[in-house]
Nanobody, 125 residues
Framework: QVHLLESGGDSVQPGGSLRLSCEAS????????MGWFRQGTGKEREGVAS???????TYGDSVKGRFTVSRDNNQTILYLQMDRLKPEDSGEYYC???????????????????WGQGTQVTVSS
């Protein structure tokens, strides 16, 4: 059974950094595409970043230049390095995998079949 497990959520002050991790298990081969989404209180779910096995990435406009997505050598762990955090970055962060038809978080262009349970990020002074 496929499982996505997020970790790394925490409370941090504005301007600080956090690194989230998502470990994929239950796959015969590592998932081709993995991504991060987030949902703040009272907000719609927003695409944050994605990465495929070839290293191609997409980012949501609000995080470009501040967040960096990466994967481990086994391609089973997806990381999200978040720098220069802002209060509006607060929310539940979800890991996702198996996007169709494209590996992108942009514009709702893809459906994502697998989701983790989420990890909470709070940015507040």
């Amino acid at each position: 059974q496929v499982h996505l497990l997020e970790s790394g959520g925490d409370s941090v002050q504005p301007g600080g950094s956090l690194r989230l991790s998502c470990e994929a298990s239950g796959y015969t081969d590592s998932p081709y595409c993995m991504g991060w989404f987030r949902q703040g209180t009272g907000k719609e779910r927003e695409g944050v970043a994605s990465m495929d096995r070839l290293g191609r990435t997409t980012y949501g406009d609000s995080v470009k230049g501040r967040f960096t997505v990466s994967r481990d050598n086994n391609q089973t762990i997806l990381y999200l390095q978040m720098d220069r955090l802002k209060p509006e970055d607060s929310g539940e962060y979800y890991c996702a995998a198996e996007a169709v038809p494209w590996c992108t978080v942009i514009g709702g262009r893809s459906q994502w079949r697998k989701w983790g349970q989420g990890t909470q990020v709070t940015v507040s002074s």
